[in-house]
């Protein structure tokens, strides 16, 4: 006789979801949203409009004419009907300021690396992957079905040797330029340099680089000298330097093709919406022709940084926008954030498994338009509630 089986009835499918929940709550690592008006009260330290471009008068303006002429949404996919003619300007613009042959526009900068990786990545070739990238990145790495190992974080040398023990046919080495946890920036230069020797592709996320670093704000990509190089594939966002939403992929022409008939998150995604495109389109242009944004941006993050650290603080070196301050604990982390926001002072709070190291931190992001004044209440609310 088989062994008789239970009846199928009505039961609590995700009752195991409370003991997840209840082991994140003791760790101190659940997370809430937080609802913000349309006039914040706080200062804010937390968010990614690093050259103050969301709110600038030109970049409203061209939101606003575009939502009236085209509508609030693309329509459609990049290749039916949610292509506009924003949306090819903008690609040509970005392409001709960074320095590359083409660029294609994506819905996020998520999706953008998700689309890179790919179809870069196939399987049985070869990513070496930097420890501490972004999620988007790994999670193109799961999809791409490509073998990967990660290499010690901002070491040229530990990708040598994996590029060098390698068996696969092709390989691909992939970083961000600025790390987003700590803000240290990557000597993309030495990596290229290791990538040519093993006859390797380089991927670069540029999303914390592009309007920051650079004469310009150019980006990491084209300020190391990489821009236009054969073998060099640059992501980045239109949500951070330029204020609105949406991502690229910018290249050689042949690749940025490539991506464009064979990335599944560009090919079955509704296009980037006419009026994020315009907003991005207006912030480039802006960008272009007020080149001393970038450096304010840079300078307001080195005088946070310095403060800090000669208060004592763990402070991460500046080296572009974002300037981190460990904590002693996840939860102590997150009470330090929101005893600065209770202060009238945004700022991030970071905790696995955001961080690939385990350290919660807070993180101060600098923003061209910040004031001094505005500076120095950022620096006093911080140590008033620094739980060190």
């Given at each position: 006789?088989?062994?008789e089986?239970?009846?199928r009835?009505?039961?609590?499918?995700?009752?195991?979801?409370?003991?997840?929940?209840?082991?994140?709550?003791?760790a101190?690592?659940?997370?809430?949203?937080?609802?913000?008006?349309?006039r914040?009260?706080?200062?804010?330290?937390?968010?990614?409009?690093?050259?103050g471009?969301?709110r600038?008068?030109?970049v409203?303006?061209?939101?606003?004419?575009?939502?009236l002429?085209?509508?609030?949404?693309?329509?459609?996919?990049?290749?039916?009907?949610g292509?506009?003619?924003?949306?090819?300007?903008?690609?040509?613009?970005?392409?001709?300021?960074?320095?590359?042959e083409?660029?294609?526009?994506?819905?996020?900068?998520?999706?953008?690396n998700l689309?890179a990786v790919t179809?870069?990545?196939?399987?049985?070739?070869?990513i070496?992957?930097?420890?501490?990238n972004?999620?988007?990145?790994?999670?193109?790495?799961?999809?791409?079905?490509?073998?990967v190992v990660?290499?010690?974080?901002?070491a040229?040398r530990?990708?040598?040797?994996?590029?060098?023990?390698?068996?696969?046919?092709?390989?691909?080495?992939?970083?961000?330029?600025?790390?987003?946890v700590?803000?240290?920036?990557?000597d993309?230069?030495?990596v290229l340099?290791?990538?040519?020797?093993?006859?390797?592709?380089?991927?670069?996320?540029?999303?914390?680089?592009?309007?920051?670093?650079?004469?310009?704000?150019?980006?990491?990509?084209?300020?190391?000298g990489?821009?236009?190089?054969?073998d060099v594939?640059?992501?980045?966002?239109l949500s951070?330097?330029l204020?609105?939403?949406?991502?690229?992929?910018?290249?050689?022409?042949?690749?940025?093709?490539?991506?464009?008939n064979?990335?599944?998150?560009?090919?079955?995604?509704?296009g980037?919406?006419?009026?994020?495109a315009?907003?991005?389109l207006?912030a480039?242009?802006?960008l272009?022709?007020e080149?001393?944004?970038?450096?304010r941006?840079r300078?307001?993050?080195?005088a946070?940084?310095?403060?800090?650290?000669?208060?004592?603080l763990?402070?991460?070196?500046?080296?572009?926008?974002?300037?981190?301050?460990?904590?002693?604990s996840?939860?102590?982390?997150?009470?330090?954030?929101?005893d600065c926001l209770?202060?009238?002072?945004?700022?991030?709070?970071?905790?696995?498994?955001?961080?690939p190291?385990?350290?919660?931190?807070?993180r101060?992001?600098?923003?061209?338009?910040?004031?001094d004044a505005e500076?120095?209440?950022a620096?006093?609310v911080?140590?008033e509630?620094?739980p060190?």
């Amino acid at each position: 006789m088989g062994t008789e089986r239970q009846p199928r009835g009505p039961h609590d499918v995700f009752a195991w979801i409370d003991d997840s929940t209840r082991r994140r709550d003791r760790a101190g690592l659940t997370r809430r949203l937080q609802v913000r008006g349309a006039r914040p009260q706080a200062i804010d330290f937390g968010g990614n409009d690093y050259l103050g471009l969301t709110r600038h008068p030109d970049v409203v303006r061209a939101v606003a004419d575009a939502a009236l002429t085209w509508g609030a949404g693309s329509t459609g996919s990049r290749l039916a009907t949610g292509t506009t003619e924003l949306h090819a300007e903008l690609e040509r613009e970005l392409a001709e300021f960074a320095g590359a042959e083409a660029a294609l526009v994506f819905s996020s900068g998520y999706l953008a690396n998700l689309g890179a990786v790919t179809v870069l990545a196939r399987p049985g070739s070869l990513i070496a992957s930097d420890a501490f990238n972004h999620a988007s990145l790994i999670d193109g790495y799961r999809l791409s079905g490509a073998d990967v190992v990660d290499t010690e974080h901002g070491a040229p040398r530990a990708l040598e040797r994996v590029l060098a023990a390698r068996e696969q046919h092709r390989a691909v080495a992939v970083t961000e330029s600025v790390f987003s946890v700590d803000g240290d920036l990557v000597d993309l230069r030495a990596v290229l340099d290791v990538c040519r020797r093993h006859g390797a592709g380089l991927l670069v996320d540029d999303a914390h680089g592009f309007g920051v670093v650079g004469e310009r704000g150019e980006g990491a990509v084209a300020a190391a000298g990489l821009a236009g190089r054969p073998d060099v594939v640059t992501t980045l966002t239109l949500s951070k330097s330029l204020g609105a939403q949406g991502g690229a992929v910018i290249g050689p022409r042949r690749v940025i093709e490539h991506v464009m008939n064979t990335a599944r998150s560009f090919l079955f995604d509704t296009g980037l919406a006419p009026a994020a495109a315009a907003g991005a389109l207006a912030a480039l242009r802006v960008l272009r022709d007020e080149p001393d944004r970038p450096a304010r941006t840079r300078a307001v993050a080195v005088a946070l940084a310095e403060r800090l650290a000669a208060a004592g603080l763990p402070a991460t070196e500046a080296q572009a926008a974002v300037v981190s301050v460990r904590g002693p604990s996840a939860a102590q982390t997150a009470q330090w954030a929101q005893d600065c926001l209770a202060d009238g002072l945004k700022v991030a709070c970071f905790r696995p498994p955001s961080v690939p190291d385990r350290f919660s931190r807070i993180r101060l992001t600098s923003r061209a338009d910040l004031t001094d004044a505005e500076i120095d209440r950022a620096i006093r609310v911080v140590l008033e509630h620094s739980p060190w």
